[in-house]
């Protein structure tokens, strides 16, 4: 830990003294405007040939000191390139033209390329949408506007969202590299105030990346500095965060009435539990009756997040940076208050150019997180909210006794509250630093020579206080505090330290030449990967006392769960690339990786990954030289072998047979010896799982650039897959079989973005929208047994079926009495319905036989998880100082299981909600047998469910469909004739929403659950995601 400070200290300092170095110099100058005159702010302007560059201010001003003879590259997204020559001119003035990508400039792996010249699926993303909107985690502002990007975010957790990022429904995480680093944790830990653009790399565009890419590249690009004056900005938001969705539990007379109910239909006696008297008192509030709101005591309306970023960039000619602090506070819904977030990052990025063949570069980075909870786990907090009984209070008359909730001895509000319940505190301090050194060899034009050394040291710590706290019943005639038990047995503290040590080297050599019509670009490159990580735990129960929650403090007769860790991973690669243009209308790409992995026995640890891709700018052919149809019209195609070592249950030397020890075995006179035994059989042909992808594209624009079109399908074939071989080696075999490379998976789908923009004098308006479809197929699977009944083949077997699918049984409705049950012709129970009641559910008879089994099941619905069919839509207009943005999102063909509490009153003494109680086949009091709720859609009130309504059905497992305005940014920019009075060059003043507004399929469940949030599987225990207002603030001085 010692060697860790002093090495960050040691770069921080570094980082501080070459950021003072930048100084000014006298420059070219000029303004760059649109066509309609209007200036434009941080347009590119670059000296052709070297890393000399700035941006325009405010104003559309810039200045640069250059040769006499340089040229000028003048570039801003959204506009044509221009390139002019300075010919000693002292002002040189430019006019943009809208509409032109072609040669916007795209980061694509391990360098930069012009968009027009990509032979890949590579989609991009800048900083004005990533910072739109406010949000606590980054991977969210990727929802909705990116082609074939799929997000998910299934909780609202303070630092803990859960969200998941897939490209093109692959099943795995993509690779994400920030400044070309793999970073541990992903995208969430990117401040994103500090990103430039977002690329993401979905073919053979990719495969440079070799193993690590098999389910797609994320490549994140921090900003930089560029020459100009110092320039200091700040942005500071206030967020207000509520649910988008809870469980709604009813009341304390309405779950006395369903209890009546269910007592009614299960054992005939309807007071056995509640009166009427009971119900009554409850509906009024008599004293001893007051009842209690749980979920109200536990969750606030409302959580407060705030965000402020302080950046500084500038620089000279020879010395550029950047320099970013950033703060966000995130609270939750819990009215503790004691499940809150707080993040600090700061970043510098600094370039430095010796002379116009040398230049090097040093980025620091440093983030800590801090995540301060209560001891209680948020599943089992709402796991304990839904059985809290609302006949209970929430609080009694004596402050210093715990109410009990109902049952057994939960307390849901003090699981949430850390002076009760005890604490987990986690916190993660992550450096980054990466040096880098440039030298264009001067005797070979066109060849660079590029090496850079990054380090990531990562120190996590989780400390967990539990103590036991005891809940009691209040009897009011008496007065008497009746204690219902102790939550926790005995007091427990445990101390956990975790540290990751990577270091990243490499060395690139590149060349880049024109020889008239052809253009050569070359790159060879080796890189290595040495990851160490080490972890160590301890535990001690029963402590001496609960005031010291320290180890020390815990008893010598309970010294439990003392243990670590240790893993030393490496990686070898060597890159090449070759692209070539002829002239700028024929274009190729191949590129070959060479992956070394540890993980794999030495005759099988390198793969060898190579792929192809072309394109055609038609556009640039003489035959369409007269047509004024397109601006851009190129196709592309591309094919790629990939690899991917990311397989759960791969671990270290599994090639080898290992051993463990666990346990003990009793021997001769009952004396106790530790148990060693073997992991089962090792493998040593384990290997990578293997990938094929193809891809075909097509790009077009017209009307001068203001409408593109892009447009993707692929195909990706997996083989390799790890399983164990249970087809062909029966269970009785007597050993743990090893994992193999035998299964195979597909995907195949297509993706298309549309854009328009248009500007109308001081007014543009823009449109983009997008979807993505993409399926999942199974190819052989051999980790399964035969079947050989053919109904379990077609309902369990994978091999050759659709992965998005879900086998269950289709209903028709509930059965309204005991008349319709008694002639109903199909034994829906096999004991002749005799077990059925009014109020169940009824199925269809699928095969026709007379009888429902489990040969009845039929495709229901989609599966859970991934949705199939994504969408987007992103407008946005701006009229002179003012402007709005939005975005629709959505997502289709997946579905929800509704189970637990929240399919079933009663589930586990769960508290019924409000849809239950609306919707519930309801008892005739006099004739329990007949229905009087005209509504009724779901089973009736019950203690204990058969098997007949818990089977897998239509009702309880639901498709989806929904479309979501995901967020809303308006924005001023004050009048520059009022801030340039104060020295201040711009204020922006904006509020956001997030997650506003939702339209879905979900139909009586709507209210109840977030669609994005049902991908989790089981949402009910998850807390809700958070719809945002925000309010904001951004100074540019």
Same mark, same amino acid.
Do not use: C
């Given at each position: ?21 930048? $100084? &000014? ?47 000028? &590259? ?49 989609? #991009? =993303? ?316 001067? $005797? ?10 990054? #380090? ?110 240790? &893993? ?30 540890? !993980? ?66 009793? !021997?001769?006179?009952? &004396? ?23 891809? $075909? ?164 619905? $989609? ?77 009736? *009130? ?48 904006? *509020? ?32 809700? =995601? ?8 951004? =100074?540019?001085?």
């Amino acid at each position: 830990m010692k060697q860790f400070n002093n090495l960050k200290h040691l770069l921080l300092l570094v980082g501080l003294l070459l950021t003072s170095a930048a $100084f &000014a110099q006298q420059r070219v100058t000029g303004q760059v405007s649109d066509e309609a005159g209007t200036p434009l702010i941080g347009v590119n302007v670059l000296e052709v040939g070297t890393s000399n560059g700035t941006v325009t201010d405010l104003d559309g001003n810039y200045s640069l000191q250059v040769g006499a003879d340089a040229q000028l &590259a003048i570039s801003y997204t959204g506009y044509q390139a221009q390139q002019l020559a300075v010919n000693n001119q002292s002002v040189i003035n430019v006019t943009m033209v809208e509409g032109a990508v072609l040669d916007e400039v795209v980061v694509i792996g391990y360098g930069t390329e012009k968009k027009i010249n990509l032979t890949g699926s590579v989609a #991009t =993303i800048g900083t004005e949408e990533l910072t739109a909107v406010p949000v606590a985690s980054t991977s969210g502002l990727l929802t909705g506007r990116f082609p074939g990007v799929i997000t998910n975010q299934s909780s609202g957790l303070p630092g803990s969202d859960a969200t998941t990022i897939r490209i093109r429904g692959f099943a795995g995480e993509p690779l994400v590299l920030v400044d070309g680093v793999q970073v541990s944790g992903g995208l969430d830990r990117i401040d994103p105030n500090d990103i430039e653009s977002i690329s993401v790399l979905k073919d053979a565009s990719a495969a440079v990346y070799g193993s690590r890419a098999g389910n797609g590249v994320i490549l994140v690009t921090t900003k930089r500095g560029k020459a100009g004056p110092p320039q200091l900005s700040y942005d500071g938001s206030f967020t207000v965060q509520e649910a988008t969705s809870f469980l709604e539990p009813v009341g304390a007379a309405d779950l006395a009435q369903l209890m009546r109910e269910a007592d009614l239909l299960d054992t005939g006696d309807a007071d056995a539990t509640f009166t009427a008297e009971d119900v009554e008192n409850y509906r009024v509030g008599a004293p001893g009756y007051e009842g209690g709101d749980w979920r109200n005591a536990l969750i606030d309306n409302f959580a407060p997040m705030q965000q402020h970023s302080l950046k500084a960039s500038g620089g000279s000619d020879h010395v550029r940076y950047f320099t970013s602090v950033g703060y966000t506070q995130q609270e939750s819904y819990f009215r503790s208050r004691d499940y809150d977030y707080n993040r600090f990052n700061a970043r510098s990025n600094i370039d430095v150019s010796v002379n116009e063949n040398l230049s090097f570069q040093i980025d620091l980075s440093y983030r800590v997180d801090n995540r301060d909870r209560a001891a209680g786990d948020v599943n089992t907090i709402f796991n304990e909210l839904g059985t809290a009984q609302s006949t209970e209070p929430t609080e009694l008359p004596d402050p210093d006794f715990l109410a009990w909730s109902g049952f057994l001895q939960r307390q849901p509000i003090a699981l949430s509250t850390r002076d009760i319940v005890g604490f987990r505190d986690r916190r993660d301090d992550t450096f980054r630093g990466k040096l880098g050194l440039s030298y264009k060899i001067p $005797f070979i034009e066109g060849m660079r020579l590029r090496t850079e050394i990054n #380090t990531e040291l990562l120190q996590q710590s989780i400390k967990t206080f539990r103590k036991p706290f005891e809940v009691f019943d209040y009897e009011p005639s008496s007065g008497a505090y009746i204690s219902q038990g102790t939550s926790g047995a005995v007091s427990t503290v445990s101390d956990y330290q975790f540290r990751r040590q990577q270091i990243y080297p490499l060395i690139a050599l590149e060349y880049n030449r024109n020889f008239g019509d052809h253009d050569f670009k070359f790159l060879a490159l080796a890189e290595q990967i040495t990851r160490k990580e080490s972890s160590v735990s301890a535990q001690r129960n029963d402590l001496l006392t609960t005031a010291i929650p320290e180890l020390f403090t815990g008893s010598q007769d309970f010294q439990f769960a003392n243990g670590g860790s240790f &893993a030393d991973i490496g990686r070898k690669s060597v890159v090449g690339r070759l692209n070539y243009s002829f002239k700028n209308r024929y274009l190729f790409e191949a590129a070959f990786r060479a992956d070394g992995n540890v !993980l794999f026995a030495p005759q099988t640890r390198w793969g060898y990954f190579p792929s192809f891709s072309a394109g055609w700018v038609i556009s640039r052919e003489p035959f369409m030289a007269g047509s004024n149809l397109f601006d851009n019209l190129k196709v592309r195609a591309s094919y790629s072998q990939l690899g991917d070592d990311s397989a759960n249950g791969l671990n270290g030397f599994d090639y080898l047979t290992g051993y463990q020890q666990g346990g003990i075995y009793i !021997l001769g006179n009952n &004396a106790s010896q530790p148990r060693i035994s073997t992991l089962g059989l090792a493998n040593p042909a384990l290997t990578w799982e293997e990938i094929t992808l193809y891809n $075909f594209g097509l790009e077009a624009s017209f009307l001068e650039g203001r409408l593109r079109v892009e447009a993707d399908v692929f195909y990706r074939n997996r083989e390799g897959l790890l399983g164990q071989n249970l087809r062909d080696i029966p269970s009785t075999f007597g050993a743990n079989l090893p994992l193999v490379n035998l299964n195979s998976r597909n995907n195949r789908g297509i993706e298309m973005m549309v854009a328009y923009q248009q500007r109308i004098g001081e007014a543009r308006l823009t449109i983009s929208p997008n979807f993505t479809f993409a399926r999942a197929k199974w190819g052989d699977v051999f980790d399964q047994e035969d079947f050989d009944d053919p109904d379990q083949l077609r309902i369990n077997g994978r091999s050759g079926q659709w992965v998005n699918r879900n086998f269950g049984y289709a209903t028709d409705g509930i059965f309204m009495s005991q008349e319709e049950i008694d002639g109903h012709p199909i034994d829906q129970d096999q004991a002749g319905n005799s077990t059925l009641r009014p109020g169940d559910i009824k199925y269809i008879d699928q095969n026709g036989d007379g009888v429902i089994d489990f040969r009845d099941q039929e495709v229901i619905a $989609f599966a859970d998880g991934n949705p199939e069919l994504v969408y987007g839509l992103s407008l946005g207009f701006t009229y002179k100082n003012f402007g709005i943005s939005t975005l629709l999102q959505g997502a289709s063909r997946f579905s929800i299981r509704i189970s637990g509490n929240a399919q079933t009153m009663f589930s586990n003494f769960s508290t019924p909600l409000v849809y239950h109680r609306d919707l519930r086949w309801q008892p005739d009091p006099n004739d329990p047998t007949v229905n009087i709720n005209p509504n009724a859609a779901l089973p009736a *009130a019950t203690t204990s469910p058969g098997a007949n309504n818990s089977r897998n059905n239509d009702i309880f497992r639901r498709d989806v469909t929904y479309l979501r305005l995901k967020n809303v940014n308006i924005y001023y920019n004050l009048p520059t004739g009022v801030t340039s009075r104060v020295g201040i060059s711009n204020v922006q003043l904006y *509020a956001a929403g997030l997650n506003l507004f939702t339209v879905s399929s979900l139909g009586i469940f709507k209210n109840s659950f977030d669609p994005e949030e049902a991908t989790a599987g089981n949402p009910s225990r998850n807390i809700p =995601i958070t719809r945002n207002f925000t309010g904001g603030l951004r =100074i540019t001085f």
